[in-house]
């Protein structure tokens, strides 16, 4: 049984900076693709960022140029820094992993709040 585990989040004023970390336990398939999703108040939730086995990133535009995904596979650990953040980034992140064959997220962690307010 595969689970994702999540930590990071927190309260943060605008312009501050997080780090959300994802550490998968259990067997999970290698290699795949580990990504941030958010859903915030009353919104769907979106893919933030996601990357490959061999760390190619992929960023929405809300969040490129100031957010930095990274992964350790020796941790099985994917991490998130978001920098300049601002108050449409509160939400509940999650994290997700999928392998390397189509889209479909088949593991999820409980997700973790960030909330930017003054």
């Known amino acids: 049984q595969v689970q994702l585990v999540e930590s990071g989040g927190g309260l943060v004023q605008p312009g501050g900076s997080l780090r959300l970390a994802c550490t998968a336990k259990?067997?999970?398939?290698?290699?795949?693709?580990m990504a941030w999703f958010r859903q915030g108040p009353g919104k769907e939730r979106e893919l933030v960022a996601s990357i490959g086995w061999d760390g190619n990133p992929y960023y929405v535009d809300s969040v490129k140029g100031r957010s930095t995904i990274s992964r350790d596979n020796a941790k099985s650990t994917v991490y998130l820094q978001m920098n300049n953040l601002n108050i449409d980034d509160t939400a509940v992140y999650y994290c997700?992993?999928?392998?390397?064959?189509?889209?479909?997220?088949?593991?999820w962690g409980q997700g973790t709040q960030v909330t930017v307010s003054p």
């Open positions: 259990g067997n999970i398939a290698r290699p795949n693709v």
């Open positions: 997700g992993a999928r392998g390397m064959e189509g889209s479909h997220y088949a593991y």
